[in-house]
Every structure is written in structure tokens, then in C-alpha cells.
């Protein structure tokens, strides 16, 4: 998996390179229309706005997938700490599951 991984950061870092000097030298511009607004953009403003925008796509997708994780987490913790306290209010086993059907220890 690192291997392909790696493999894969080359081959991208590869492509930015071309398509960084492809552009650089080019002085046409691309005009873009949407909603309305019309843009003129070179081929390297295009190209640097399109990796920002597909950054800023992965870094969305990594925040909620963190929080989402981190969420979850403290939902297990809660659930488990909810059942330990109930286990310990009504004195009847722990909440072990490896010790689940074992006598409590006797109280003195």
C-alpha cells in the first residue's frame, strides 16, 4: 500500500510539474461563462484554481470525517459509561462482559 501510494504521489507531482510548464509559456487566455459572469483565466490561473479547489475538497471531506469519528467516540464512551453506572447502581455483576454471569463479590 505505501509503495502504491507513493507510486501515485509521483505520478501526480509529475503531472503538476507538465501542466505547470505546458501553461507557463502559453500567453492565451480561456474565457469562462456560468450564472452570468464571464472570466478570462490563463491556462495556469486555471489549472492553480482547479488544485485549490479540489484541496479545499479534500480537506471539507477530512474535517467531517474526523468530527464524524470523534462523534462516534464519545457516543461508545457514553453508551459504556451509562452501562457501567447502571451495572453499578443495581449491584448486579460488572460490566465486564468476560465476567458476565459471575456472582458479584459479596458485600461487607
Known amino acids: ?19 505547470v510548464m505546458a501553461s507557463a509559456t502559453t500567453s ?5 461563462t456560468a450564472l452570468g459572469v ?13 488544485a485549490l479547489s479540489v484541496t479545499l ?7 467531517i470525517s474526523r468530527g464524524t469519528r470523534r462523534k462516534a467516540r ?8 451509562r452501562r457501567e453506572n447502571a451495572t ?8 465486564d462482559p468476560a465476567h458476565e454471569g459471575t456472582e458479584p463479590p459479596p458485600e461487607l
Open 88 to 95: 453499578a447502581t443495581t449491584g448486579k455483576g460488572t460490566a
Open 74 to 81: 464519545r457516543r461508545k464512551e457514553l453508551r459504556q459509561l
Open 38 to 50: 464571464e472570466v478570462s483565466l490563463s491556462p495556469l490561473a486555471l489549472f492553480v484554481a482547479g
Open 28 to 32: 492565451t487566455t480561456i474565457a469562462l
Open 57 to 63: 475538497l479534500a480537506l471539507g471531506f477530512a474535517l
Open 1 to 19: 500500500m505505501i509503495a502504491l501510494g507513493l507510486a501515485l504521489l509521483l505520478i501526480a507531482s509529475g503531472a503538476t510539474v507538465f501542466a
